[in-house]
């Protein structure tokens, strides 16, 4: 028979404000099973803690159930505390009495009387708990950085500097991501070329990073410490140890119709090519859909040139398999798709661009050479106009609920180079607010308007239509409550930034959470932001959230200390909460192995005796528990009943339920 | 009929004195004519009791899973619907291919003894089948009927008379059998689904109290072929559950369906079986229906191997709730 302590934590007034502890721990001691039942201001705290400790030796305990906040906040501290105490840290169970209860409800009685019931059914499970003992798994002393953008490019550098070796994987040719397009930075100027490729050099340079650009992610398996992670390294069609990078190829080729990519399609490039001067790997490219060799087997000129005889037209899509210990999901961001907002007549008009078009324009490596010329007629534009949160803070379903966060700032920058640049041009900025928090942000912002007298509108913009060669910009100014209408060279848009979208795919590889934006969910939003809730998988850079270059950076680095610290173990606790197969009612059937999403159930065939000298062989499931991660899946999957999960045994589902539903 | 019959049984003939089969699996007959009962024949002079005619509904496949863990081959006798509970067992690894031959039968539909009780026709001696027109003898004198005005509700809902894919190896067929429309066989529970939950209720109600717990409908489903039923498994929280007694059989049955939802070919074996003649097969039915709309047209069974909508996540798949959200 149990001996059960029930603590009930009053959470300073979090708890306490709400729900009548004194009279939930009263309750609770009359429950069957229970010997002593408490209830105290902070049970995390010290004096808390040790209160538990000394009511465990006291009252010879065998279980407690403390009713406090959410078992992800300090679960793992009550179980410490347990484990110090000479208790089972599996004998602990946590009544979720803050998250699930007082935060809730406003009703006093009603709060207190479903703060007995939760406090009732952890009473319930713990009566059916056993002891469990966590085993030992080794980890694999390398890291895989998914995405080759700033985020990824630092988290790996960290890493590598650190000792561990790092695999970057990269969608396009080149790493580099979206900063290498970006012209300048905030909020110093600096360029971001500058900046960044020297970066990307160290990570070719360095003896622990392995680049495996022009790569996806094809299948995960695995868990913490031990991910198997199958690689697709798409045919580039063109040999990477051969290639010098020379660019004689790109000359030669006589397609020269793609659109450039990395130029956000504003210009044209070869069907071989070097996406940009300082790609990394510096070699070259072909795109199936434009090479006249690829499509009609008739050319072959860039082969003919190529002097270390780098092309192979019959290149394949290889596959590799890699081992690593930590996941470091480093996708990024891209520009949304305006489809919903014709209002800015985007699609209808050249001279409508994105911001990262105007990136572009203004670049000396862009299409115009760094000089700023509209698309349309590649005239120098006189008047622009800028408009602000394209997109960003919609809650017509049209947009984004959030805000991108990075516009406001861009805006500001784009406006100030071009005033700076072209002092005849007029700059107007519609705007909803302008959000600059963030060192030397606000100071940038009001030099913006202050010095370099750029015209903020606050209002948005209804219509954006041609006349002409002009572009008439139809919005309100609400501070002079009047409408206006801004005849236009040239209209910016800072429309609102997503997750790369292949970031879907991934995140469902590695059963990494999502929110309703496609951004993934970190472990805690404020206590760990660079975790996923998955262990061993990491978020760095703008997969997470909108974030500009310094807040990813220093992401990017929290996240390669946290991967540190999981690689400087040489063992893991594995999780005891794992499922078993009972072999005597086992049917072998398969449906558990379909379902398990770590590969953790394999089939043996196992003699059984039948009694009267027979014996009889028999298909049963047997799970790897170093593989299986407790998920339950296969518990619910199974139609006989043979699976079951240590620690979340069916059996304790059912007494919880049931707790629950009895009056 | 007697063709097929004597087709038949030449072939299990043929098979055992080749030492292919060492038994066969087939209907015997019963103490009444029209009480064929599945049966295993060993020796080729048993074989005079084999039978095969309008009353052979059952499904043989089930008996393959205690068979095929003998020594030896057996030769089984598959009408089409059976051939997708069989590919259903060989999914489940339930069934060792190896130590079964299989021959996929004609099948124009069996005939439900109740249904012909039901028109006054009485002491059934005998059976004339010429394609739809089925000839009844009795001891006072001969009733022509329709086929279908006779047959087994699983038999009036075919879902269709197509050979499961790789499931026989070779077929006997005399005559072209009829297409199938697949969907006819989800009218009653479309009509179930336009009741209000209360109508609904009250129809289930109404149906489920008839339950004996005789537990035919479990032993006779091929797709409940575990070596401990969680009925019986004191262990398992389910047994007091079935047993509520504030509406018996409710739980039992609803526990039953969906411990074989996704893996039930609707065989129609469930309802066949019942002494109380409840609709059980409506509530599999209301699944497949649902799984069929959810993740796609899916029949259980029609491909051994293939992996089954309910434990199979891709990710196109249907998020929880979405179907209510589009009002469906």
Known sequence: MQRIGVFVCWCGNNIAATVDVERVSEILSHEYGVVYSTNYQFMCSENGQQLIKTAIKEHNLTGIVVCSCSPRMHEATFRKTAEAAGLNPYMVEIANIREHCSWIHKDREEATAKAVILGRTAIAKLLLNTPLTAGEVGVTKRALVIGGGIAGIQTALDIAEAGYEVDIVEQRATIGGRMAQLDKTFPTLDCSACILTPKMVDCAQSEKIDILAYSEVEEVKGFVGNFTVKIRRKARYVDETKCTGCGACMNACPSKKGLNEFNMNLNTRPAIYIPFAQAIPNVAVIDPEQCLKLKTGKCGLCQRKCEVGAIDYTMQDTFIERNYGAIVVATGFRISDLKYFNEYGYADNKDVITSLELERLMNAAGPTGGTLLRPSDKKHPKVITFIQCVGSRDISGCGKPYCSKICCMYTAKHAMLIREKYPDTEVHVFYIDIRTPGKNYDEFYRRAVEQYGVDYIKGMVGKVYANGDKLMVQGSDLLNNEQITIESDLVVLAAAIEPEPSVRRIATMLSASIDTNNFLTEAHAKLRPVESPTAGVYLSGMCQGPKDIPETVSQASACAAKVIGLLAKDKLKSNPCVSHSDEMMCNGCGTCANVCPYGAITYIDKEFRLGGGKTETRRVASVNEAVCQGCGACTVACPSGAMDLKGFANKQIMAEVESICKR | ?328
């Open chain 2, 1 to 328: 009929m007697q063709e097929l019959e004597n087709l038949m049984i030449k072939k299990a003939v043929e098979l055992l004195d080749g030492g292919v089969v060492d038994r066969v699996i087939g209907w015997k007959k019963g103490e009444f004519y029209y009480d064929n009962t599945p049966a295993t024949f060993y020796k080729k002079e048993e074989l005079n009791d084999f039978v095969y005619n309008g009353f052979c509904g059952a499904n043989l496949s089930k008996y393959l899973v205690a068979e095929s863990k003998k020594g030896g081959k057996v030769l089984v006798f598959l009408k089409p619907c059976d051939t997708y509970s069989f590919n259903q067992l060989l999914t489940e690894k339930r069934i060792d291919r190896d130590k079964v031959y299989t021959v996929g039968i004609e099948c124009r539909g069996h005939l439900n003894i109740e249904s012909i009780r039901a028109r006054g026709i009485e002491g059934v001696v005998g059976l004339e089948e010429k394609g739809d027109e089925v000839t009844v003898k009795t001891l006072y004198g001969d009733a022509k009927l329709k086929r279908g005005e006779v047959m087994l509700e699983k038999c009036l809902s075919c879902k269709t008379k197509k050979f499961a894919h790789n499931a026989c190896d070779e077929t006997i067929v005399l005559h072209e059998m009829p297409e199938e429309d697949p969907n006819k066989r989800f009218s009653m529970v479309i009509e179930l689904e336009k009741m209000t939950p209360d109508e609904r209720f009250a129809f289930w109600k109404s149906q489920l109290s008839k339950c004996i717990r005789c537990n035919a409908c479990r032993n006779v489903c091929p797709a409940c072929t575990c070596f401990k039923c969680v009925f019986d498994n004191p262990d398992s929280g389910i047994a007091a559950k079935a047993n509520d007694d504030r509406f018996e059989e409710k739980l039992f049955h609803i526990i039953r369906s969906f411990h074989v939802a996704g893996r039930c070919t609707d065989c129609g074996e469930c309802s066949r079986v019942c002494p109380q003649n409840i609709p059980l097969h409506l509530l599999n039915r209301k699944y497949i229906k649902d799984i069929n709309e959810l993740y796609g047209e899916y029949q259980a069974g029609a491909e051994a191997g293939s992996r089954a909508p309910l434990v199979d996540f891709r990710e196109e798949d249907i998020n929880p709730g979405e179907n209510l959200k589009e009002g469906k």
